[in-house]
Nanobody, 118 residues
Framework: QVQLVQSGGGLAQAGGSLRLSCAAS????????MAWFRQAPGQEREFVAA????????YSADSVKGRFTISRDNAKNTLYLQMSGLKPEDTAVYYC???????????WGQGSQVTVSS
């Protein structure tokens, strides 16, 4: 099994930047891809960005494209989300998640609050 522990996040002003980290442990050799999701109050969880763990290929939601960058450090088994140009509508709890090559995202971090003030 894989365990995910998140760090980072917090409060930022509109236009500012924050970084989230997600450290993976356990069966990290089984990770096929990792992703970030977010959930704002009263809304459903939505996809933010994902990255293939070995090849590093990534894609992101249109709402964050050009502002957020997903990356990973395989040596540290850590996933990152660099968030720039933050907007109040980016306010949410952000979750990292992992999947194997034959499952959907089924392992989740504990969540990190990101609050953007206008």
């Amino acid at each position: 099994q894989v365990q995910l522990v998140q760090s980072g996040g917090g409060l930022a002003q509109a236009g500012g930047s924050l970084r989230l980290s997600c450290a993976a442990s356990g069966r990290t050799d089984s990770i096929f891809a990792m992703a970030w999701f977010r959930q704002a109050p009263g809304q459903e969880r939505e996809f933010v960005a994902a990255i293939n763990w070995s090849a590093g290929l990534s894609y992101s939601a249109d709402s964050v494209k050009g502002r957020f960058t997903i990356s990973r450090d395989n040596a540290k088994n850590t996933l990152y989300l660099q968030m720039s140009g933050l907007k109040p509508e980016d306010t949410a709890v952000y979750y990292c998640a992992s999947r194997t090559d034959d499952t959907d995202y089924n392992t989740w971090g504990q969540g990190s609050q990101v609050t953007v003030s206008s």
